[in-house]
Structure formats: structure tokens, C-alpha cells
């Protein structure tokens, strides 16, 4: 062994041994390491004031130093060499070579190594150091030394307890770094996300690899104590596990909502791609649970016990930081619905009901009923020893508790002086068109929704929310506050929340802000939800408001206006949402190019009162009455009266001779159904139906969705309660309270396939002239047969199936009205050809002949096909007929397109004439020459017809090629 060698090998032995003493070595070069000249430092060794050991200690550190004159890097090279568990000390720069999850690990370990202090095994320390650095130091003093002993047991004390205190400062702090660096991650994926780049596996593989890392730390920290873990680091080792689970999951969940961004400019192909057009993140309802709450079976523990607590105290982990991001997310989801809900005031609703956030006269009744039931469900469990279950649901119960007291005046003052303005002397009173109550509220609200661009406004909302999330006074958060708080108390916390949200719009990226574990937690919550909301198809529901408008153009209007904000980046409406795509066809879309084929353009009357009204709002059924004709093809069909009831069998049978008794008979012997649509079916499509004003004077009965259910939170449904997740949400109660046990584990990929399911058929009421050439509804409707109907039926069936009310009338009524609409378009009975010379009885013959084989196969389709409830469980079902009902559907939606195309015809039949009577005005004049010298004459072709006669008769043969002799 070389010389250079025997001394590094003395000076490890020496420094490990805190006592003994190795060979002679060279004195150090003069260094300023340590902030003190080395001269003096000498002085206090040999004076006996330093401890040789801590003298060696600091030559060691010294010649790890490349700073430092006396650096070696051979002795540096051994070093790093070591086991993990020996070079703790010797770390020069412990986060440039380890993640913070494998530095907290270390930490923790060497912490289990030190005693506590004051403990049997401290005290036996310090005594054996005391003996130590007595003998170590006793040739440099007199021969008395011995009489200094206390002095060194003072010194030892000292040094073990500044390296148990130290170890402790040096566990919080790697602790803090990586709860912190998991957040980074978080942040980082949310900008990503911001950017509308959805993270893919690979793409966000930097964020994933330190979530991932601290599972790894934890699961080889488990594994090094053969799972016993020691009770004086279990608390920090579940704190860590808690927090680090919480936020992988969090993580899974942006990412995979991130596909619901894919196509976000095509919302029809962005519902029917998301789940199959690339590779993507999953996440599961148990990502749910582990994000939103603090149940998660994946950790040992979430809540601490007292005694693990002991070693703790007083720390960062010991306030459970899990519980405040869980706490953060939850109250970020009810403020963001709370702002969005003071700016939708719903004008069809009594003004105590107005906004996102309503509470309907049944909710009171309704939280004592679930009540009981869940108390029901807890005492069950109880007696079959499954308390952990019961105590989730006695959770859930409390949690109808605290809604039941959310006070949700004051929320909405707090948000309208927040958000709107504090001064009160600058609101305006409106009246709502429908009801003609009187509302006073400020002229805007700022939602992150349905406001603008503006980082001004963008950083505005922001930092106002954070104010409110962060709020606390005695304790008590915002909500808690509000509970009791009178009018001057909410003025009061508006302005403090005002002033604290311009400190924090002043600092937004500030990175000491941003270092504070709640502030982060806070931020993280609120941009979580918002990008979320886009991935979940939530943000169409969230971004239209009222605005009040002063004047437009100059003209005073002193009303309020529905509006929303589309065609940019950052804007929440562009996020795919078919429930709004929907409901802007209604409003102004139909009649264009697209839907030709449809039932022609709407009128402008009808469309200005659509507009005026929330996305979810379309004229109620009741309006056909404006319409005699088709007022009585809808009593026929829904009224039970006798008379129609035999016009309804005669047309099933094709017996126009058909009598009571004769009916009667058939419905005995089985050979025919009741002719009547089930009276529950009858009632869920009521509740279903709305009218369609068409500019032919003819309000069309309607029985489609007023909205496409397209947000994962209506589709979540508790089957024991028929309530939804976004039930949950309106009522207040946040997603921490949630019991996320009774939803589809497979949620969000159901949504998706809900979704595309769902655009299969949106095509025809959205985009006809692109649905006309999908090949799979050429397919579809090629032939009319059993086959396309049970096919369009299992397609509504998936987009509809996880609706609390049930999946069964949209089949009734939207396969017929699909089958209807697209046999009208392909024979023409829609269009202006119906004019054209002999079209119309062509048409109409065509119409019925391809009406009457729908209706055949209908009644031909088996009853299980329609309803695989019946088939599986044998129950008696409370639509007794979805066959039956279906072949009426499709008789009454056949009667209402021939009134339709009545209309449509007479209407265009009158334009036109006219449009052609001025045309061949203008045609007269510019051709005056001509005629004077030809006699007038003039050729027309017409294809088949070609027709040449004297120009004094010409409009007179036009009009009857266009519209028949007899028309």
C-alpha cells in the first residue's frame, strides 16, 4: 500500500472513529473554508477548546472540497465509492446526485440510527464521547486534566445533540424538497396541458420519473427494513407515502384527461377519437379516490397515530400535507362553481334558484332521504363487521350535514363583491324576462370560462381565487365562515380578500411565494380543475354568463344578455363539448348549408328567444298547440281516448276496416300489443320534449336531448342513490366527501366510449351533410331491416347508459326520428325538388313505400335486442313495449314530416312563384331587343321538358312545370 494510501485509509478510520488518532501528516495549507482564519482555528486545537476528532472532521470535508487548497480527488474518488449508508457527512451536494426522494430516504435512515435525546442510549453516548475526547486530549493538558471532565460530558452533549437536531432539520428540509419537487411535476404537466399538448407516455416522462421515483425511495426503504418499518420514522415514512401517492394520482389523472384535448378544434372528432387514436394515459375511479380524498388503500396509513406523531412534532409532516392538498382541491371545485354560478343567473327559474349552484324545493327532503338510506346502508355494515366501509359512507352523511347548513347566500354576495365589484352603488337591477322578478347584481362577473384572454384578466381571476382559498380566520375557512357570517361580515372578508389577491397578482411567479407548501397546493387545485374541466367535457356548462349591456351600437338596451366566449386558444367554450355544440345548432345553425336536409331553417323569432335563454333551455313542448295540424297528429298518438286508440290499431294492421271488437280480440289472443305508446315511456319523453320553430310557420314537435350528456360527472351514477357526481357538485359537496367506491372503475374510459357512441347519431342534428356519407350509416340505413335497428339502438344504448334516468326513451326517440329525417332527405320529400313537374306524388309514394318497411322491421325486432334488462333478469320492466313504442314513434314522426313538408312545400311554392315572376321581369328587359325581332320568343329547358312557345304565354308553361295543372 503506498504512503498516500496509509493516510487516506488513517484519516477514514480516524474521522469514523471520532477518537483515534492517525499518522503524522503535513500541516494544511492555509484555507478559509470555514469563515475563520486557519492560524486562530490551530490556536483552539491546541488549546484543547477544539476536539482533535472535529479537527479531523474538518480536513476530511476539506479535501472533498475542489474549492479548498488542500482538495484531493483521489480521496474524493474513494469516497463516492462508499456504501450509501457511510457517506452521509461526506455529501458535498446531496441534490446534484440524488432525487429529493432518495434524499429524504437517507435522511430517515440515519435519523433511526441517533438516539432521542435525553434517552438512556443518548446519555451513553454522550458519556463514551466525553471518555473519549478526555483521553484524546489529556497529553496536551497538565497532568490534573482529569478535574475538566464535566467540561467534556458539556462539550459531548452539546455535539450529539447538534447532530440529532441537525439530522431532524436536514429530514424536514429533504421532506419539504420533495413534496415540492412532486408538485413541480404537477405544474409542469398542467402547462402543458394549458398549451393544449396532451401528455402522452414518453412525452411526459421527466414529471412521471420523480412521482415515480419517490414510490421507488419508499417501496426500497420498506424493503431494507424487511417490512418492520421502526416506529420513530413510520410517521414520516407515511406522511411521505400519503403525499407522494396522492400526487401520482393526480398526475395519471391530467394526463389522461389530457386526451380529451385531442382534436380540440373538431368536437365531433374529438368525442370519437379520444379513446382509440393514439397511445394515452389511463386512469381509473381508484385514481379518483386517491386524489380527491384521504381514503387510499395504496399507503400503510394516511392518518397518523399519537405515537408516531412523537417524532414529528412540530414539522411540516406532521400537519399532514395530504390533507391539505386534498382539502385544496375540494374547496377549489366548489369556489369555481360558486363563481360560474353567480354569473348564470337563470332567467326561467325563480330568482332564488338562479345560477349553477341551485337548490330545488325537493333538495331539503331529498338529503333527508339519502340520509336515511346511507344510515340504513351504515348499519348494515356495521352488523356484518365491515367498519372501515361503514365509516366512508358515515362520512358521506356528515358531509349532507354540512350542505345542509352551506349557506349559499352569502356565497353568492361574497363572489359578487369579489368578482364583480365591492361597490355595491354601482350594481344594476334587471328583470328576468320569464318571471319579472327584479335582480340587482354587479354589470359583469369574471369567470375563467367565459371571460376573455387578457393576462390581465386571467391573472385577476386567478389571484382572487387563491385569496379565497387561502383565507382562514380562527381557523375556519371561507365556507365555514359564511355559515354564520352577516351582511357587514361579507363586506368585510371581500375587501381583505381583495387586498390579499392584488399582493398575490403583484407576485404570481414568484418563486419564494410559490416554495410555501399551501400556496402551492392552493395554485396546483385551482389550475388542476380548470384544465380538467376541458378533459372531462365540463366547460361547456361552465362558460356562458349573463352580462349586463348598457347599449350596442349606440342604441340603449339596459338589459341583461346571455353570452360566451369561443374562438381562441384559452378559451373553455373551444374545449370539445357537444352539449354546447348541440345547443348552438339550435340556436342559429339550422337551416344552414350543413343541415339543408333537415327540417330547413329555423325562424329568426324562435331563434332570438333560444338565445336568450341558459344553454339548457329550448321552447317547451306546449307550443304545438300553435299548430293545429300537428297539435292533432301529437293527441293521436299520446291521448288514450278510443277513437284514437282504433286509428292507431288500424294502422298497425294495415286494416282501415279494423273494429273495437275485432281489436279487442287481437290484444286477447296475443297477437297484438296494446296500440298505445307505455305510459312511462310517454312520460319521460314529455319531460324530454320541446318544439323547434321552423320559418315555415310550423312548430315541430321535438323529442331529443335538450343536451348531449357528455360530462363525466353526469355520467358517474350512484345506482343505489340514481345521483350523479355532478348532482353532488351543485349541491356543494366537495369531492374530498365523495364515496368514489360505488362508480365504474373504468369511468373515464367509459365516458369515451359513451362519447363516441354518442357522435354517431349527433352527426344527424349537427352536421347532416357529413353524416349523410359516414359509411357505417350507409350501411345503416342501405336496407331497412332488424339489423340497422338494433344497430342505431345499442349505439344511443352506450351514449345514454349511464344516465340516472334511464337509457331507454332516447332510443325511442331518437332511432325513429333518425330513420324518419334521413328517408324524408333521401326521397326528397324536404326539399325544393317537391315542385318540380309530377315530383309530388312520385315523392309521397316513394315516402310511404319506405316509411312502411322501417315500420315492418320494427315490429319484426325482438324485444330482448332492445332491452337486454328483460332478457338477463327476467324482471318485469316498467316499459313494458320498447318494440311497440318504437313502431308508433316511427308512424308519428312519419305523419309530422308529411305536415312539415305540407308547409314547407306551400311556402316555397309562394317563393317561388314570386322569385320567378321577378326574374322574368328582369328577363323581359334585358332580352327587349331580341324579342322584337324573334316575335317574342323563347326557349327554356327544364331537362326532360323542353318547351318553346310565344314569350306572352311563357310564364303561364314555366309555372306549370313548376307547379303542376292542378297546383
Same mark, same amino acid.
Given at each position: ?241 400519503? #403525499? ?17 384535448l385531442e382534436g380540440y378544434y373538431d368536437a365531433l372528432k374529438q368525442a370519437g377519437e379520444t379513446l382509440i387514436s393514439r397511445a394515452r394515459y389511463h386512469a381509473s375511479v381508484v385514481d379518483f379516490r386517491a386524489a380527491y380524498t384521504n381514503d387510499d388503500p395504496g399507503v400503510s396509513t394516511v392518518k397518523l397515530e399519537d405515537t408516531e406523531k412523537v417524532y414529528i412534532k412540530d414539522t411540516l409532516a406532521s400537519k399532514e400535507i395530504r390533507e391539505t392538498q386534498v382539502e385544496m382541491l375540494s374547496q377549489a371545485r366548489r369556489l369555481i362553481m360558486f363563481n360560474v354560478d353567480v354569473a348564470q343567473y337563470d332567467v326561467d327559474k325563480p330568482m332564488n334558484e338562479e345560477g349553477l349552484m341551485r337548490i330545488n324545493p325537493d333538495t331539503k327532503a331529498g ?12 348499519? &348494515? ?73 387578457? #393576462? ?30 352577516? %351582511? ?25 411565494? &410559490?416554495? &410555501? ?92 328567444? #333560444? ?141 369515451w366510449v359513451s362519447m363516441s357512441m354518442l357522435t354517431r347519431f349527433a352527426k344527424f342534428f349537427v352536421d347532416t351533410y357529413d353524416a349523410e356519407r359516414d359509411p357505417q350509416y350507409q350501411a345503416f340505413f342501405k336496407d331497412a331491416g332488424v339489423q340497422s335497428i338494433a344497430e342505431m339502438a345499442k349505439r344511443v344504448f352506450l351514449a345514454f347508459r349511464d344516465l340516472p334516468e334511464g337509457y331507454q326513451q332516447y332510443i325511442v326517440a331518437i332511432v325513429p326520428f333518425m330513420i324518419a329525417q334521413h328517408t324524408a332527405s333521401t326521397v326528397g320529400l324536404t326539399s325544393t325538388d317537391l315542385g318540380s313537374p309530377g315530383s309530388k306524388e312520385k315523392v309521397l309514394k316513394q315516402w310511404n313505400f319506405e316509411m312502411s318497411k322501417w315500420i315492418r322491421a ?71 331587343? %331580341? ?21 306572352? &304565354? ?14
Amino acid at each position: 500500500m503506498s504512503i498516500e494510501s496509509e493516510r487516506i485509509q488513517s484519516s477514514l478510520k480516524a474521522l469514523r472513529s471520532l477518537g483515534q488518532v492517525g499518522p503524522s501528516r503535513p500541516e494544511p495549507k492555509t484555507s478559509t473554508t470555514y469563515g475563520s482564519a486557519e492560524p486562530k482555528w490551530q490556536e483552539q486545537v491546541r488549546a484543547g477548546n477544539i476536539p482533535l476528532a472535529v479537527e479531523d472532521a474538518r480536513r476530511m470535508v476539506s479535501l472533498l472540497n475542489p474549492n479548498d487548497p488542500n482538495y484531493d480527488p483521489r480521496l474524493e474518488a474513494y469516497v463516492r465509492g462508499m456504501s450509501q449508508a457511510e457517506r452521509g457527512m461526506f455529501e458535498r451536494d446531496p441534490l446534484s446526485l440524488y432525487s429529493s426522494a432518495s434524499n429524504l430516504t437517507d435522511s430517515m435512515i440515519k435519523y433511526n440510527k441517533l438516539p432521542l435525546i435525553g434517552s438512556p442510549e443518548f446519555k451513553f453516548l454522550v458519556e463514551e464521547e466525553a471518555s473519549m475526547q478526555e483521553v484524546r486530549n489529556r497529553p496536551l493538558k497538565a497532568e490534573n486534566s482529569s478535574a475538566d471532565y464535566n467540561t467534556w460530558r458539556k462539550i459531548a452533549e452539546q455535539k450529539t445533540t447538534a447532530e440529532v437536531v441537525d439530522t431532524i432539520e436536514t429530514l424536514e428540509r429533504n421532506y419539504r424538497l420533495a413534496v415540492s419537487a412532486n408538485n413541480r411535476s404537477l405544474k409542469e404537466t398542467l402547462l402543458m396541458l394549458e398549451t393544449y399538448v396532451p401528455p402522452k407516455p414518453f412525452e411526459a416522462n421527466m414529471q412521471e420519473r420523480r412521482l415515480l421515483e419517490g414510490r421507488q425511495a419508499l417501496e426500497s426503504m420498506a424493503t431494507y427494513y424487511d417490512g418492520h418499518l421502526p416506529e420513530k420514522i413510520a410517521g414520516w415514512y407515511r406522511s411521505f407515502d400519503s #403525499v407522494n401517492e396522492q400526487q401520482i394520482a393526480l398526475f395519471n389523472i391530467l394526463c389522461s384527461v389530457g386526451g380529451g384535448l385531442e382534436g380540440y378544434y373538431d368536437a365531433l372528432k374529438q368525442a370519437g377519437e379520444t379513446l382509440i387514436s393514439r397511445a394515452r394515459y389511463h386512469a381509473s375511479v381508484v385514481d379518483f379516490r386517491a386524489a380527491y380524498t384521504n381514503d387510499d388503500p395504496g399507503v400503510s396509513t394516511v392518518k397518523l397515530e399519537d405515537t408516531e406523531k412523537v417524532y414529528i412534532k412540530d414539522t411540516l409532516a406532521s400537519k399532514e400535507i395530504r390533507e391539505t392538498q386534498v382539502e385544496m382541491l375540494s374547496q377549489a371545485r366548489r369556489l369555481i362553481m360558486f363563481n360560474v354560478d353567480v354569473a348564470q343567473y337563470d332567467v326561467d327559474k325563480p330568482m332564488n334558484e338562479e345560477g349553477l349552484m341551485r337548490i330545488n324545493p325537493d333538495t331539503k327532503a331529498g338529503i333527508e332521504a339519502k340520509r336515511e338510506i346511507l344510515a340504513s346502508r351504515i348499519e &348494515n355494515l356495521r352488523e356484518s363487521n365491515k367498519d372501515a366501509e361503514a365509516d366512508i359512507l358515515q362520512r358521506h352523511v356528515d358531509s349532507l350535514e354540512r350542505v345542509e347548513n352551506l349557506n349559499l347566500k352569502n356565497h353568492r354576495e361574497l363572489m359578487r363583491l369579489v368578482f364583480g365589484n365591492i361597490d355595491k352603488n354601482e350594481w344594476v337591477t334587471w328583470k328576468s324576462p320569464d318571471t319579472g322578478g327584479e335582480v340587482t347584481t354587479p354589470k359583469e362577473i369574471l369567470t375563467w370560462y367565459a371571460s376573455g384572454d387578457k #393576462v390581465d384578466d386571467r391573472e385577476k381571476w386567478l389571484s382572487k381565487m387563491m385569496s379565497i382559498l387561502i383565507w382562514k380566520q380562527n381557523g375556519k375557512g371561507v365556507s365555514d365562515f359564511l355559515e354564520t357570517a352577516d %351582511e357587514d361580515e361579507v363586506l368585510r372578508i371581500a375587501k381583505e380578500i381583495n387586498e390579499k389577491a392584488e399582493n398575490i397578482r403583484l407576485n404570481i411567479g414568484d418563486k419564494v411565494m &410559490n416554495s &410555501n407548501i399551501e400556496f402551492a397546493a392552493a395554485k396546483i387545485a385551482l389550475v388542476s380543475w380548470i384544465e380538467q374541466d376541458k378533459g372531462f367535457q365540463t366547460s361547456g356548462p361552465l362558460a356562458w354568463k349573463y352580462n349586463y349591456i348598457n347599449e350596442i351600437g349606440g342604441r340603449s338596451l339596459g338589459r341583461v344578455e346571455r353570452t360566451y366566449e369561443s374562438g381562441g386558444l384559452y378559451k373553455a367554450f373551444d374545449s370539445i363539448n357537444l352539449w354546447a355544440y348541440w345547443r348552438r345548432w339550435v340556436s342559429y345553425k339550422a337551416g344552414l348549408k350543413s343541415t339543408t336536409s333537415f327540417f330547413g331553417p329555423a325562424s329568426d323569432e324562435w331563434r332570438r328567444e #333560444v338565445s336568450k335563454h341558459g344553454p339548457d333551455w329550448l321552447p317547451p313542448l306546449n307550443r304545438i298547440d300553435k299548430s293545429p295540424k300537428i297539435k292533432k297528429i301529437h293527441d293521436r298518438f299520446f291521448d288514450d281516448t278510443p277513437e284514437y286508440r282504433l286509428w292507431r290499431a288500424r294502422r298497425l294492421t294495415g286494416n282501415n276496416k279494423l273494429t273495437e271488437v275485432e281489436l279487442n280480440d287481437l290484444i286477447s289472443k296475443g297477437t297484438l300489443k296494446e296500440p298505445k305508446i307505455d305510459d312511462f315511456m310517454k312520460g319521460q319523453l314529455n319531460k324530454m320534449g320541446w318544439t323547434f320553430g321552423s320559418s315555415y310557420e310550423v312548430q315541430i314537435p321535438m323529442y331529443l336531448p335538450k343536451t348531449f350528456h357528455t360530462n363525466i360527472w353526469e355520467l358517474m351514477v350512484d345506482k343505489n342513490t340514481k345521483e350523479t357526481v355532478w348532482d353532488l357538485y351543485r349541491m356543494g359537496i366537495m369531492p374530498k366527501d365523495v364515496n368514489w367506491n360505488v362508480y365504474n372503475y373504468e369511468s373515464l374510459d367509459r365516458m369515451w366510449v359513451s362519447m363516441s357512441m354518442l357522435t354517431r347519431f349527433a352527426k344527424f342534428f349537427v352536421d347532416t351533410y357529413d353524416a349523410e356519407r359516414d359509411p357505417q350509416y350507409q350501411a345503416f340505413f342501405k336496407d331497412a331491416g332488424v339489423q340497422s335497428i338494433a344497430e342505431m339502438a345499442k349505439r344511443v344504448f352506450l351514449a345514454f347508459r349511464d344516465l340516472p334516468e334511464g337509457y331507454q326513451q332516447y332510443i325511442v326517440a331518437i332511432v325513429p326520428f333518425m330513420i324518419a329525417q334521413h328517408t324524408a332527405s333521401t326521397v326528397g320529400l324536404t326539399s325544393t325538388d317537391l315542385g318540380s313537374p309530377g315530383s309530388k306524388e312520385k315523392v309521397l309514394k316513394q315516402w310511404n313505400f319506405e316509411m312502411s318497411k322501417w315500420i315492418r322491421a320494427a315490429m319484426w325486432t325482438p324485444q330482448v335486442i332492445l332491452d337486454d334488462g328483460q332478457l338477463y333478469d327476467g324482471a318485469s320492466q316498467d316499459i313494458q313495449s320498447l318494440r311497440n313504442d318504437i313502431t308508433l314513434m316511427i308512424m308519428y314522426y312519419k305523419h309530422v314530416f308529411e305536415k312539415v313538408a305540407q308547409a314547407a312545400y306551400k311556402s316555397d311554392k309562394g317563393k317561388l312563384s314570386g322569385f320567378y315572376n321577378d326574374q322574368i321581369g328582369l328577363y323581359k328587359g334585358s332580352l327587349k331587343d %331580341e324579342m322584337s325581332s324573334e316575335a317574342g320568343e323563347a326557349t327554356f329547358d327544364f331537362g326532360q321538358g323542353r318547351l318553346t312557345e310565344p314569350f306572352d &304565354n311563357g310564364e303561364n308553361a314555366v309555372a306549370a312545370l313548376l307547379f303542376g295543372d292542378r297546383r
